[in-house]
């Protein structure tokens, strides 16, 4: 397994977010994660990527505990976390956020080969290369936060809610380009989505998480009554 997480505990305080997650990802998978507002979901994200601490459990990345190491050295090893509410630099350029991406690299002629393949992929972007991130519309600045991790040459991507308020055929095309991620790159994907169904949809495994704990996993949850009830509306 290229992710594995062992009863994983994470408190903010005296609140407990995480409640012994075990969950893993193998390589070249796309595991989604879904559950309601609050169930613990960005935590789990956060403390992978070395945002948060681990109270307790494990995390391992390639066979490698990654579990309390800071954050950079995380995303050093191959793990880039894309967070809620696309967090573009605002007053940067298309460019220089793409160049940040690639920023703890020292391979500077593959940087700008990646930041041209990147480009051939989000021609949006190439349009919009010279232009501050702040005034792109909302997809536009999903893809520059998509990109700009994907400029670390990372090994697993994590997205948080990338459809978070987009329109419905923005998201479409965001969710299309993860599957073309995971078949063209054979890039290993975390989904976290709050649309339950075109994260099933998408993903070759899920975990339900409800309140900090893992209540359900498995490749066909689609067909789950309990899913389709709470998740699916039918
Ligand atoms: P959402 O989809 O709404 O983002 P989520 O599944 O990602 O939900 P989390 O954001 O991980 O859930 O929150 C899990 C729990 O931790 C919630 O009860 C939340 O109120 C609490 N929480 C999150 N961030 C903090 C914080 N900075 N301080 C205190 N409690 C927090």
């Not at 977010?17 to 960005?42: C, R």
């Not at 703890?104 to 990147?118: G, P, Q, T, V």
């Not at 995971?182 to 409800?210: F, G, P, S, W």
């Amino acid at each position: 397994m290229m992710l594995e997480v062992d009863n994983l505990h994470v408190s903010y305080g005296k609140i407990a977010a995480v409640k012994g997650v075990s969950i893993n990802i193998g390589e070249g998978e796309i595991v989604a994660l879904i559950g309601p507002n609050g169930a613990g979901k960005s935590t789990l994200l956060k403390t992978i990527a070395g945002l948060l601490p681990a109270s307790r459990g494990t995390i391992a990345f390639n066979g490698k505990t990654i579990a309390n190491l800071p954050a950079a050295e995380v995303m050093r090893r191959g793990l880039a976390l894309v967070l809620e509410g696309r967090s573009t630099l605002k007053q940067m350029t298309v460019q220089e956020n793409l160049i940040l991406g690639g920023y703890a690299r020292s391979d500077h002629d593959e940087i700008a080969k990646d930041m041209e393949h990147l480009l051939d992929r989000f021609p949006i972007l190439r349009d919009r290369l010279k232009q501050r991130a702040g005034t792109l519309s909302g997809g536009e600045q999903q893809m520059l936060v998509i990109a700009r991790a994907l400029m670390s040459r990372p090994r697993l991507l994590m997205l948080d809610e990338p459809s978070l308020g987009l329109a419905p055929l923005i998201t479409a095309k965001i969710l299309d380009f993860v599957h073309e991620l995971k078949t063209r790159d054979n890039m290993t994907i975390l989904l976290v989505e709050q649309n339950a169904n075109q994260a099933l949809h998408l993903a070759d495994r899920a975990y339900v998480l409800e309140n900090g704990e893992v209540v359900l996993q498995g490749a066909d949850l689609a067909s789950d009554a309990r899913v389709r009830e709470a998740y699916l509306g039918v």
